[in-house]
């Protein structure tokens, strides 16, 4: 007997090739019926006999196209109602939409092979994508899926690609961004005015020649502008330097191809598979040591890691096929502003920055930077979560009534992304970056209107990190929504807890560099423990004071100072010892006397428990670092500097009261009679961050946990993450990292979603 099968489909369904899958496979099995997208996902009506259909289940969960991810399937059996053959409808536009979007994918190897291919007649097109590849998140302007709701629909196709995207067995079936030279978007070159230099093929090449010549060249690429130069080229480099206001931090390479990144970076084979995987992105590589003289020493001064990434859209491919040279591909915006989608806001933001424009006419729907990798400890981190990643979902699978369902949480201020929950998916933004400019709040808040149209939700409650100044919370105070604010470091823990599916009770450490505490003072190095329901503050680093507040983060002398003022005090200043001498010779007497004041009257001083500023202190103190351009420099120089195979380590004391505080008092006295006895600063190093492990073993033994969760980001630091890992898994315990969210702030967003439906205890 013939029955009828109703089956919805939602996941990563759309732009992946799914619709010509089922249409394959149902044909091959002589059923009959449709299959079609929908705004929650595809859905589809098949006719056959029952055991057929059961297979037809089975083969949809096997067989899937590979770019996509079932995240439920649905189906229930009904009378036959007869259908002669088995088609693809067109789409269907009823429905809330809850599709789940595909981020942006790097070239797949079949476009590459076309594109190489002098005889093709997407031969050297820079705009090549089919169902498996090319721009996504990037183009579409509204839910379902279609080619007139995303950038593409001011392009009429020709006929053949016409002809390609509606026949179901062809592999461009659907792909909405299809394209050819005929009819698809070109590019240009434009001078510093706007003027077009020259268009097609040879824009291409004058960009390569200027590139080569040491020019700033602004590419329009996938998720908005990148400023490109000659990786080899010192006088390019300092130029893009000086005029990006940018000073030491490292800038990403983008590499012609695997093996050019060999001859500089040591790469395993995790590494190997995220530079070639579909996501492409930027990853942490250790530099070899002999591979000083093929890349400037100004791409990443200092820096024993390079930021290394493949060509992944086809014009960087061809770009890079041409150049065949290490390029410096870095986001094309002014020092901590959003990165620039559009040409004309390009040559108004850029200029003084590009000499050239080497752009195109495919709009870019919304800002997407590329995401940056490291492994640690095996594993895969992701310190920055943007192209390839966002907006794919977190999935709460076992929380099928959706307790955070209108839940929207707008992040913390540093490394800012947004959250939101619909229905069991909690979507995570792109990243946003830092909200200290007038450019980066208003990509904030566009975010934020960006993602309520797109999915068509509005807010039932907003959360907000506690902090009072952050720009994020003052935005949730005026909103007219009903706002609840979550303490930063309880977050970072939850964040962890939910990405990892952890379950019962557990010890979340939450190291960062800042945070706002419940007592107005800055934490960074907390202690909870938490079950299903319930977080609670149970340990923290011991306080000291921070002179300048803020400022002291670009210091880390200042830091420095604070922690010898809460061991030494006043005779910090009297006794000049060996002891603090060295610290104190880092300030002329002016600076000086103010910290002192500052430090006596308790002025403009702020107390924190930060681990992050206690790298700071003690990068300062073994000299390696007195103020920082960057956030987090300070410290990535102490983990550099460190020797991973140092086992000796440095004292320090539990203080046991309301809750247990990590005395660090002998800990730093150790550290300077080391460093006094000149004691190499490897060595030093090595054994400091053995002291930061074993503090987080006796707080872990003390609670008598085996289940610990690593958040915040000091836990970006390789060297540190595993050292922990190892000390703690010796114990037997579990220890959790994040591998899908960052460990950073980026991460907050996801935490304060689920710190809805937490309870959470700080002064017990
Ligand atoms: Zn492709
Ligand atoms: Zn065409
Ligand atoms: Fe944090």
Redesign the pocket.
């Known amino acids: 007997m013939i029955v009828h099968i109703n089956i919805n489909i939602r996941g990563a369904v759309q732009g992946v090739g799914f619709r010509p899958f089922i249409y394959k496979v149902a044909n091959e099995m002589g059923l009959t019926g449709f299959v079609l997208n929908n705004s929650m996902g595809v859905s589809i009506e098949a006719e056959g006999k029952k055991p057929l259909l059961e297979i037809f289940l089975t083969r949809i969960n096997s067989e899937k196209p590979s770019l996509s991810f079932i995240a439920s399937l649905e189906y229930s059996f009904h009378d036959s109602i007869g259908y002669t053959q088995f088609v693809i409808k067109e789409s269907a536009h009823s429905g809330e939409p809850s599709a789940i979007i595909m981020p942006d994918i790097a070239l797949c190897p079949d476009c590459l092979h076309e594109m190489n291919n002098p005889s093709d007649r997407r031969y050297q097109y820079p705009f090549i994508n089919c169902t498996n590849c090319g721009p996504r998140f990037t183009i579409i302007e509204a839910l379902p899926y279609d080619r007139q709701n995303t950038t593409m629909k001011k392009f009429e196709m020709c006929s053949d690609c016409r002809s390609e995207y509606e026949n179901p067995s062809d592999r461009r079936y659907h792909a909405q961004p299809i394209a050819c030279p005929e009819c698809g978007p070109y590019l240009e070159l434009w001078n510093e005015k706007g003027d077009i230099i020259s268009s097609g093929w040879n824009a291409l090449i004058g960009s390569c020649k200027a590139i080569l010549e040491g020019q700033i060249i602004a590419l329009k690429g996938i998720g908005g502008f990148q400023l490109i130069v000659d990786a080899r080229n010192t006088s390019a480099v300092r130029r893009l330097r000086t005029r990006k206001r940018r000073e030491e931090k490292p800038f990403a390479l983008m590499f012609p191809d695997f093996k050019s990144v060999l001859e500089i970076c040591e790469v395993n084979r995790l590494e190997e598979n995220l530079l070639n995987s579909p996501e492409s992105p930027i990853v942490l590589l250790r530099r070899k040591s002999n591979s000083k003289h093929i890349i400037s020493s100004d791409v990443a001064p200092d820096n024993p890691y390079i930021g290394a990434m493949l060509p992944y859209s086809p014009l960087h491919h061809l770009l890079m096929q041409q150049l065949q040279i290490p390029i410096i591909a870095t986001s094309g915006n002014l020092a901590e502003e959003p990165i620039c989608i559009e040409e004309y806001e390009a040559l108004e933001r850029l200029s003084g920055i590009a000499e050239l424009y080497l752009t195109h006419n495919r709009p870019i729907k919304r800002h997407m930077d590329d995401s940056i990798v490291r492994v640690i400890h095996g594993r895969k981190a992701i310190l920055r979560r943007a192209r390839g990643f966002a907006p794919l979902p977190l999935s709460l699978e076992n929380n099928p009534d959706s307790v955070f369902s209108g839940n929207m949480a707008v992040g ?1 201020d ?1 490394k800012n992304t947004v959250a939101f929950c619909k229905g069991n998916n909690i979507f995570i933004s792109q990243h946003i970056g830092d909200l200290s400019t007038k450019q980066s709040n208003d990509a904030f808040e566009s975010v934020i209107n960006d993602f309520k149209k797109l999915y068509k939700i509005e807010p039932n409650l907003l959360l907000s990190d506690l902090h009072p100044d952050y720009h994020s919370s003052r935005f949730a105070q005026k909103s007219n929504y009903p706002t609840k604010y979550v303490q ?2 309880a977050a ?1 823990v939850l964040s962890c807890r939910f990405e990892n599916k952890v379950e019962g009770e557990a010890l979340g450490i ?1 190291w ?4 706002y505490g419940t007592d107005g003072t800055i934490w ?1 190095g907390e202690f909870f423990i938490s079950d299903d329901s319930c977080i609670k503050h149970v340990a923290q680093m011991k306080q000291f004071p921070l002179p300048g507040g803020d400022s002291a983060i670009k210091e880390p002398r200042r830091s420095a100072l604070g922690i010898l003022y809460e061991i030494f005090g006043n005779s910090l200043f009297n006794n000049d010892t060996r002891f603090t001498r060295n610290i104190l010779k880092e300030f002329d007497e002016m600076e000086l006397s103010l910290l002192k004041k500052m430090l006596e009257n308790k002025v403009n001083t702020i107390f924190t428990s930060s681990v992050g500023r206690m790298f700071d202190a003690v990068a300062s103190i073994i000299k390696i670092k007195q103020k920082s351009c960057f956030e987090g420099q300070a410290a990535m120089a102490l983990e550099f500097a460190s020797n991973k195979y140092e086992k000796g380590s440095y004292d320090y004391s539990l203080i046991f009261g309301k809750k247990v505080i990590i005395d660090w008092e002998n800990t730093i006295i150790d550290l300077i009679t080391d460093f006094v006895k000149e004691t190499l600063i490897d060595v030093i190093g090595g054994r400091f961050h053995n002291t930061l492990a074993n503090m987080i073993l006796s707080v872990t033994e003390y609670f008598n946990q085996n289940k610990v969760l690593l958040s ?2 000091c836990f970006q630091n390789a060297l540190l993450t595993g050292k922990v890992i190892g000390i703690l898994e010796k114990i037997g315990c579990k220890v959790y990292t994040h591998q899908l969210v960052p460990t ?2 980026g991460g ?1 967003s996801l935490g304060q979603i689920v710190a809805t439906k937490y309870e959470m205890l700080f002064n017990v």
């Open positions: 913390a540093l930063h470091h970072h939450a960062d560099g800042t945070g960074g915040g980001g950073n702030d907050i």
